[in-house]
């Protein structure tokens, strides 16, 4: 199974700024099949970005993903106020599907 | 626009069986080629996947809970469901159904307890 880390575990910044959150996986995950996605407190899981860096329906362009391999990177470019929340990467390329960790976006 | 809806028991005794059913509304589970997945959140933890179907009845699940879990679909009633045997505490978990990545239903929360 791949095994995904997240890092920072919390990230705390204050609105306007850039926020850039890192998801590490075990071994290479083929052709890109990386996710991420936001949730905030009492909701479910919102899709963000698919095959690492194409964006949801609807998303705001100041959210970005990149990166190939095992290395991955999620960028929000200045945080607004709704960002505040917890972001989860998942890989989808090999079975059982995982998740990580999650990073808490929070307020500084 | 496609909706997903969880439903069943809210608490289940220990060593019983764990039984959820998705409604689909707004498409039909057997157009398109999409997966319908079960995925569970315990409390301040992250997301496990628990495994998918396909509207032909193809499965395939986590393996940490191989043995315990079933996930049919009744494409009459648009609707699939999950079974997850010999429960305990550590099953206790808000419990979300999905189509592919991007819909997720608002999930709904089983205790394990007796």
């Known amino acids: 199974e791949i095994v995904l880390t997240q890092s920072p575990g919390t990230l705390s910044l204050s609105p306007g700024e850039r926020a850039t959150l890192s998801c590490r996986a075990s071994q290479s995950v083929s052709s890109g099949n990386l996710a991420w996605y936001q949730q905030k407190p009492g909701q479910a899981p919102r899709l963000l970005i698919y095959g690492a860096s194409s964006r949801a329906t609807g998303l705001p362009d100041r959210f970005s993903g990149s990166g190939s391999g095992t290395d991955f990177t999620l960028t929000i470019s200045r945080l607004e106020p709704e960002d505040f929340a917890v972001y989860y990467c998942?890989?989808?390329?090999?079975?059982?599907?995982?998740f990580g960790p999650g990073t808490k976006v929070d307020i500084k | 626009q496609v909706q997903l809806r969880e439903s069943g028991p809210g608490l289940v005794k220990p060593s019983q069986t764990l039984s959820l059913t998705c409604t689909v509304s707004g498409d039909s589970i057997s157009r398109g080629n999409y997966y319908w997945s079960w995925i569970r959140q315990p409390a301040g933890k992250r997301l496990e996947w628990i495994g998918r179907?396909?509207?032909?009845?193809?499965?395939n699940y986590n393996p940490s809970l191989e043995s315990r879990v079933t996930i049919s679909v009744d494409t009459s009633k648009n609707q699939f469901s999950l079974k997850l045997t010999s429960v305990t505490a550590a099953d206790t978990a808000v419990y979300y159904c999905?189509?592919?990545?991007?819909?997720w239903g608002q999930g709904t929360l089983v205790t394990v307890s007796s």
């Open positions: 998942q890989q989808y390329a090999n079975l059982p599907f995982t």
């Open positions: 999905a189509r592919n990545l991007g819909t």
């Open positions: 179907i396909y509207a032909s009845g193809s499965t």
